[in-house]
């Protein structure tokens, strides 16, 4: 069963500040999908990252793929209290369809 | 803006009865999923659906579980007879195309006594 593991699981940094949150999984895949939930809401995509070497960027966030070593990261640039939420990577490795496997979640909380 | 609905937002159900939860998509997508969120735990991907037909589907949708678009607006998802364990937030989305970005609706509370 492919296993998607992130870390950390809970991160607490001052605003201003830059951080990675780590995606890693077990089996080859080419598709990997950031998400947010912010507590008690419903998840928003944030990301979709389609083949190796694949980089976005939105805002203070920027989000990055390498296939090979099977691992995604999200960077957070100088952040501000608003992208305090949770951070879920989820794993596509449906093959006629999307088949998700999700991460544990970054609990991200920014101290002003 | 276009956006996902669901209702209802909370469903209060005994074991062993049937539910349904209703999704309404985004009107021009073509891509449809259910997930469902065990309060404080990860997201889990429960079964995708296109073309009136389901693509890919997890271990934990089981013949307990069924899907179906019964009329070109609504997308539903049934679990037969409810357990315990079903008790959580159950959230629909839509997207225009495989690999593009996808629209989460509210969610469903579903609680099963």
């Known amino acids: 069963e492919l296993k998607v593991e992130q870390n950390p699981l809970f991160l607490s940094m001052q605003e201003g500040k830059n951080y990675t949150i780590y995606c890693n999984y077990s089996?080859?895949?080419?598709?990997l999908y950031w998400y947010r939930q912010d507590p008690g809401k419903s998840l928003e995509s944030l990301f979709v990252?389609?083949?190796?070497?694949a980089v976005k960027q939105e805002g203070r966030l920027m989000a990055s793929l390498d296939t090979k070593a099977r691992l995604s990261t999200l960077h957070i640039t100088a952040a501000v209290h608003d992208l305090s939420a949770t951070y879920f990577c989820a794993v596509d490795k449906g093959r006629t369809g999307n088949q998700f496997y999700f991460g544990t979640g970054t609990s991200l909380t920014v101290i002003p | 803006e276009p956006e996902v609905t669901q209702t209802p937002s909370h469903q209060v159900t005994q074991m062993g009865q049937e539910v349904i939860l209703r999704c309404v998509p985004i009107s021009n997508h073509l891509y449809f999923y259910w997930y469902r969120q065990i309060l404080g735990q990860k997201v889990e991907f429960l079964v995708s659906f296109y073309n009136n037909e389901i693509s890919e589907k997890s271990e934990i949708f089981d013949d307990q579980f069924s899907v179906e678009r019964p009329d070109g607006s609504n997308f539903t998802l049934k679990i037969r007879s409810t357990k315990l364990e079903d008790s959580a937030m159950y959230f629909c989305?839509?997207?225009?195309?495989?690999?593009?970005?996808?629209?989460f609706g509210p969610g469903t509370r579903l609680t099963v006594l």
């Open positions: 089996t080859t895949s080419d598709r």
């Open positions: 990252l389609l083949s190796n070497g």
């Open positions: 989305a839509s997207t225009i195309g495989l690999t593009d970005t996808q629209y």
